[in-house]
């Protein structure tokens, strides 16, 4: 049964600082990745989408790298802003379109 | 383009109580998903349709939820009777389903909080 692990949990930190949120994952049979952004009382919007055969993939100021074979990824965000503060949420992509999501991080970014 | 909508957006009963929870996917997605998320933990798959089809309820607690998209359109999560622990969040998403994994995003509604007394 696949398990996606996110660490921390929270995080805070000053604004334009530039951070890196965790995921870990115990099966590699993956389609893709995804990052997800959940802000309170909203849905989630997808941020990268990292196909199985990729590395990584970048929007903007972020960037999402995928390591298959030890079951890892990481979001980083460069030059942090307060509107970033949100619940990041990265789920695996296994057979039939199905998503399997970690616990999530709560950032906040402090002005 | 319009989003995946869902109402009520917040709904609270008391246990043994029912409760149902609507969903409208984007026009032209094949593919709907309910997802249950409690407090602090991710998004949890309860049952997938294409068209109006199932094609993964494994995780949904059948003795007491039930879900039906009847004309491949629009979908109804049902709970009969509600617990304590079924307070949450849940979330409706469709896509395309084109055939390719890498381009099948999921498009998630803004969610129904369901709290139960």
């Known amino acids: 049964k696949q398990e996606v692990t996110q660490i921390p949990a929270a995080l805070s930190v000053p604004e334009g600082e530039n951070l890196v949120l965790n995921c870990s994952f115990t099966?590699?049979?993956?389609?893709?990745l995804q990052w997800f952004r959940q802000d309170p009382g909203k849905g989630l919007t997808s941020l990268l989408l990292?196909?199985?055969?990729?590395r990584e993939q970048t929007s903007g100021r972020l960037n999402a790298s995928l390591d298959k074979s030890s079951g890892r990824s990481t979001l980083y965000i460069a030059a942090s802003q307060p509107g970033d503060s949100a619940t990041y949420l990265c789920a695996v992509i296994q057979g039939a379109q199905k998503l399997v999501f970690g616990q999530g991080t709560r950032l906040t970014i402090n002005p | 383009e319009a989003g995946v909508a869902q109402s009520p957006r917040y709904k609270i009963i008391e246990k043994r109580q029912s409760v149902a929870f609507w969903c409208n996917p984007i026009s032209g997605h094949a593919t709907l998903y309910w997802y249950q998320q409690i407090l602090g933990q991710g998004p949890k798959l309860l049952i997938q349709f294409q068209n109006n089809g199932v094609v993964d309820d494994s995780q949904l607690p059948k003795d007491r939820f039930s879900a039906e998209r009847l004309k491949g359109v629009d979908s109804t999560l049902k709970i009969q009777p509600a617990k304590l622990e079924d307070s949450a969040v849940y979330l409706c998403?469709?896509?395309?389903?084109?055939?390719?994994?890498?381009?099948?995003?999921?498009?998630f509604g803004p969610g129904t909080r369901l709290t139960v007394l």
């Open positions: 099966d590699s049979a993956i389609y893709n």
């Open positions: 998403a469709s896509s395309q389903t084109s055939g390719r994994p890498s381009t099948d995003t999921q498009y």
């Open positions: 990292i196909q199985s055969s990729q």
